[in-house]
């Protein structure tokens, strides 16, 4: 079963929600190796009519859509034929490359620097030609950013500066030569990182459940439901106006049955 499978015996040993004291169970300082984020910042823009260059593509599936009976019989490597229509994209990874990065530390701002880059965000192209075979081209979006940021002072263990990035297509069309002209919602966050040795409070080893097999055992929600109905306790302050209102007496009402 998984951390969270209502089978666990020990939910109290798992990652989780603390019920009660935070405190309880702390045992120990542990020493961890992670990267620690100095700073973040996330940018949001839509890019109108971006030109984006494919340098590969590869066909999807190996038949057609219908359109005509002869592209059930398509081979799987053939290349596009004319008219192109463009379907969708989004990017392929989170992860992206930054070129041309440059930091400049401020002399007004002593903890802060400019950071200038260019943000490479690879994307998948989804198109169609005339026999509505679908096909897939590799391209890459690339967006110049210009910010500032929080910078760490020099150590021994230096900083670096990652990116991570999303983007979608609102729409687009093919301009001819593996070209796509697109309108682009892009997601944006610069992150400082170092890899650094921390302290931190710990509950000890996580215990790993055993494996859930997945099966289509219809009772099992049925068997872990309690064997005799629960009491609910009336709270009489949330139903006093109300009650008052109804029966005109002095006996506010209550939701338990009598």
Known sequence: ??????????????????????????????CVQVQRVYDSCLQQQQLTNV????????????????????????????TPVPPITFESCR??????????LAVERLVDRPCFARVRG????????????????????????????DVLLAIPDDSIVPFNLEGMASAVCVSGSYQGNNVFRLTVCVTIVLKVLAQ?????????????????????????EFFSLPLFPPATLCDESSFGVQANANTGNGNRGCCCNR
């Open 91 to 100: 990017s392929s990874t989170m992860n992206v490359d930054i070129s041309n």
């Open 51 to 78: 030109n984006v260059t494919i340098s590969s593509y590869a066909q999807v599936v190996t038949t057609g859509c219908g359109c005509n009976a002869e592209n059930d019989t398509v081979p799987p490597t053939s």
């Open 118 to 145: 260019a943000i490479e965000i690879p994307i998948d192209i989804l198109f169609s030609d005339s026999r509505c075979v679908e096909y897939i081209g590799k391209g890459v979006i690339t967006v110049s950013r």
């Open 196 to 220: 650094v040795e921390i302290l931190v409070p710990s509950y000890g080893f996580c215990t790993i459940p055993p494996c859930e097999e997945f099966s289509d055992a219809v009772c099992d």
């Open 1 to 30: 079963m998984s951390f969270y499978s209502y089978k666990n015996a020990n939910p109290g040993c798992c990652p989780g929600t603390i019920s009660g004291n935070a405190l309880d169970g702390l045992d120990e300082k542990v």
